[in-house]
Protein backbone atom coordinates (compact mmCIF):
# COMPACT_ATOMS: atom_id res chain seq x y z
CA UNK A 1 0.00 0.00 0.00
CA UNK A 2 1.70 3.23 -1.17
CA UNK A 3 0.16 6.72 0.89
CA UNK A 4 0.80 9.95 -0.06
CA UNK A 5 0.32 13.10 2.84
CA UNK A 6 0.12 16.29 2.18
CA UNK A 7 1.13 19.44 4.27
CA UNK A 8 1.45 23.35 4.01
CA UNK A 9 -1.60 24.49 2.87
CA UNK A 10 -3.32 27.43 4.59
CA UNK A 11 -4.85 31.27 3.81
CA UNK A 12 -2.39 33.63 2.89
CA UNK A 13 -2.81 37.08 1.65
CA UNK A 14 -2.33 37.94 -2.19
CA UNK A 15 1.26 38.42 -2.55
CA UNK A 16 1.94 35.89 0.10
CA UNK A 17 4.10 32.33 0.24
CA UNK A 18 3.23 28.95 1.30
CA UNK A 19 5.30 25.57 0.79
CA UNK A 20 3.10 22.62 0.57
CA UNK A 21 5.04 19.33 0.82
CA UNK A 22 3.76 15.53 0.26
CA UNK A 23 5.59 12.69 1.78
CA UNK A 24 5.05 9.28 -0.27
CA UNK A 25 5.19 6.03 2.32
CA UNK A 26 4.58 2.05 1.80
CA UNK A 27 6.38 -0.70 -0.43
CA UNK A 28 8.02 1.47 -2.55
CA UNK A 29 10.47 0.40 -5.63
CA UNK A 30 10.30 3.33 -7.34
CA UNK A 31 8.83 6.85 -8.58
CA UNK A 32 8.93 8.08 -12.14
CA UNK A 33 6.88 11.54 -11.23
CA UNK A 34 6.01 13.46 -8.13
CA UNK A 35 3.51 16.26 -9.13
CA UNK A 36 0.82 18.63 -7.55
CA UNK A 37 -2.60 19.50 -9.50
CA UNK A 38 -5.38 21.54 -7.98
CA UNK A 39 -9.09 22.12 -8.20
CA UNK A 40 -10.69 24.88 -7.64
CA UNK A 41 -14.69 24.95 -7.33
CA UNK A 42 -16.85 24.39 -10.50
CA UNK A 43 -13.45 23.79 -12.53
CA UNK A 44 -11.56 21.11 -13.52
CA UNK A 45 -8.78 19.56 -12.25
CA UNK A 46 -5.17 20.54 -13.46
CA UNK A 47 -1.63 20.34 -13.57
CA UNK A 48 0.86 23.11 -11.63
CA UNK A 49 3.58 21.20 -11.85
CA UNK A 50 5.44 17.97 -12.59
CA UNK A 51 9.25 16.85 -11.44
CA UNK A 52 10.31 12.98 -13.09
CA UNK A 53 13.21 11.64 -10.76
CA UNK A 54 15.89 12.88 -13.14
CA UNK A 55 15.20 16.54 -12.11
CA UNK A 56 13.07 17.95 -15.21
CA UNK A 57 10.18 19.59 -14.40
CA UNK A 58 6.88 21.40 -16.35
CA UNK A 59 4.67 24.02 -14.49
CA UNK A 60 1.47 25.07 -15.92
CA UNK A 61 1.60 28.60 -17.65
CA UNK A 62 -0.14 30.56 -15.07
CA UNK A 63 2.76 29.72 -11.88
CA UNK A 64 5.54 29.78 -14.11
CA UNK A 65 8.14 32.37 -12.40
CA UNK A 66 6.26 32.24 -9.08
CA UNK A 67 6.23 28.36 -8.30
CA UNK A 68 8.98 25.83 -7.55
CA UNK A 69 8.55 22.52 -7.70
CA UNK A 70 11.38 20.16 -5.97
CA UNK A 71 11.92 16.44 -4.84
CA UNK A 72 14.17 14.66 -2.35
CA UNK A 73 14.14 11.04 -3.93
CA UNK A 74 15.78 9.83 -0.58
CA UNK A 75 12.59 11.26 1.45
CA UNK A 76 10.16 10.51 -1.21
CA UNK A 77 8.93 13.65 -1.16
CA UNK A 78 7.98 16.86 -3.47
CA UNK A 79 8.04 20.17 -2.60
CA UNK A 80 5.97 23.07 -4.19
CA UNK A 81 7.02 26.52 -3.30
CA UNK A 82 4.55 29.24 -3.81
CA UNK A 83 5.10 33.10 -4.37
CA UNK A 84 3.56 35.67 -5.36
CA UNK A 85 0.16 34.14 -4.85
CA UNK A 86 -3.24 35.46 -6.29
CA UNK A 87 -6.29 34.75 -5.25
CA UNK A 88 -7.12 33.11 -8.33
CA UNK A 89 -4.86 30.38 -7.24
CA UNK A 90 -7.05 29.28 -4.17
CA UNK A 91 -7.94 25.55 -4.58
CA UNK A 92 -7.40 22.26 -3.15
CA UNK A 93 -3.87 21.23 -3.76
CA UNK A 94 -3.29 17.48 -4.87
CA UNK A 95 0.12 15.77 -5.00
CA UNK A 96 0.24 13.19 -7.29
CA UNK A 97 3.01 10.24 -7.51
CA UNK A 98 3.03 8.81 -10.91
CA UNK A 99 4.28 5.49 -12.07
CA UNK A 100 4.83 4.17 -8.61
CA UNK A 101 6.84 0.62 -9.25
CA UNK A 102 6.35 -1.04 -5.39
CA UNK A 103 8.85 -3.68 -4.23
CA UNK A 104 6.68 -6.67 -4.97
CA UNK A 105 7.38 -5.10 -9.05
CA UNK A 106 3.74 -5.71 -10.08
CA UNK A 107 3.38 -2.95 -12.68
CA UNK A 108 3.22 0.72 -12.50
CA UNK A 109 0.29 2.78 -10.45
CA UNK A 110 -0.58 6.25 -9.79
CA UNK A 111 -1.66 7.43 -6.75
CA UNK A 112 -3.14 10.56 -4.82
CA UNK A 113 -2.93 12.34 -1.97
CA UNK A 114 -6.32 13.70 0.27
CA UNK A 115 -5.79 17.04 -1.10
CA UNK A 116 -4.76 20.57 0.67
CA UNK A 117 -6.59 23.55 0.75
CA UNK A 118 -5.11 26.91 -0.33
CA UNK A 119 -6.69 30.04 -0.04
CA UNK A 120 -5.31 33.58 -0.96
CA UNK A 121 -7.89 36.06 0.20
CA UNK A 122 -6.76 39.34 2.19
Known amino acids: QVQLVESGGGLVQPGGSLRLSCAAS????????MGWYRQAPGKQRELVAVIISGGSTKYADSVKGRFTISRDNVKRTVYLQMNSLKPEDTAVYYCNADRVVTELRRGEYSYWGQGTQVTVSS
Open 26 to 33: GSIFSIYA
